[in-house]
T-cell receptor, first 121, second 113 residues
Framework: GAVVSQHPSWVICKSGTSVKIECRSL??????MFWYRQFPKQSLMLMAT?????????EQGVEKDKFLINHASLTLSTLTVTSAHPEDSSFYIC?????????????????FGEGSRLTVL | AQSVTQLGSHVSVSEGALVLLRCNYS??????LFWYVQYPNQGLQLLLK??????LVKGINGFEAEFKKSETSFHLTKPSAHMSDAAEYFC???????????FGTGTRLLVSP
């Protein structure tokens, strides 16, 4: 299979603090990772795309200084919400595509983590 | 630019009834199409996908979908609903080649006894 693990599942923080969410590919090399944000009862909004070893590409309207994305290895990407405020409260989901056993994994689908619910007080 | 339209934010069915969730897409190139399911406070799980070949694709949990190019549709069906099918379903499109997915707004499936 292709397993993506996200941590933490839930996080509560005070306004003004920074929060880091980790996304790991457990059994494949994640050459590309995507970070989505989901508001209650809404669809997924793509925030940014990151390729291993490169700077992330942010979607229009997403503050790159607010949402720092690092993809330093083929198995780990992190999303840091800096100086979080209540409006940043949301469900954040990572997904990945890549290689398994040297071959391209799947035929275009993405593999999703379990999601991380951030609540900023 | 690609887009996905899912008709009906909520669909209610009785257990054992046919499930039909509608998805229409817009794409300037032959698309890859996906259906994902999301349970509360969880990530997304792939139900099925269409890339090339047979237009009727079968997925997990008894779901299937048919790619109809002339109608730009990719509706999801299941002959007999089960209580465990209650979840949020998302249709998604990509322009091939492991690019980002564009999601529809989702349809919440409610299954009553």
């Amino acid at each position: 299979g292709a397993v993506v693990s996200q941590h933490p599942s839930w996080v509560i923080c005070k306004s003004g603090t920074s929060v880091k969410i980790e996304c790991r590919s457990l059994d494949f090399q994640a050459t590309t990772m995507f970070w989505y944000r989901q508001f209650p009862k809404q669809s997924l909004m793509l925030m940014a795309t990151s390729n291993e070893g490169s700077k992330a590409t942010y979607e229009q309207g997403v503050e790159k200084d607010k949402f720092l994305i690092n993809h330093a290895s083929l198995t780990l990407s992190t999303l840091t919400v800096t100086s979080a405020h209540p409006e940043d409260s949301s469900f954040y989901i990572c997904s990945a595509s890549g290689l398994q056993g040297g071959s391209r994994l799947g035929t275009g689908e993405l593999f999703f983590g379990e999601g991380s619910r951030l609540t900023v007080l | 630019a690609q887009s996905v339209t899912q008709l009906g934010s909520h669909v209610s069915v009785s257990e054992g009834a046919l499930v039909l969730l509608r998805c229409n897409y817009s794409s300037s190139v032959p698309p890859y199409l996906f259906w994902y399911v999301q349970y509360p406070n969880q990530g997304l799980q792939l139900l099925l996908k269409y890339t090339t070949g047979a237009t009727l694709v079968k997925g997990i949990n008894g779901f299937e979908a048919e790619f109809k190019k002339s109608e730009t549709s990719f509706h999801l069906t299941k002959p007999s609903a089960h209580m465990s099918d209650a979840a949020e379903y998302f249709c998604a499109v990509s322009d091939r080649g492991f690019q980002k997915l564009v999601f529809g707004t989702g349809t919440r499936l409610l299954v009553s006894p």
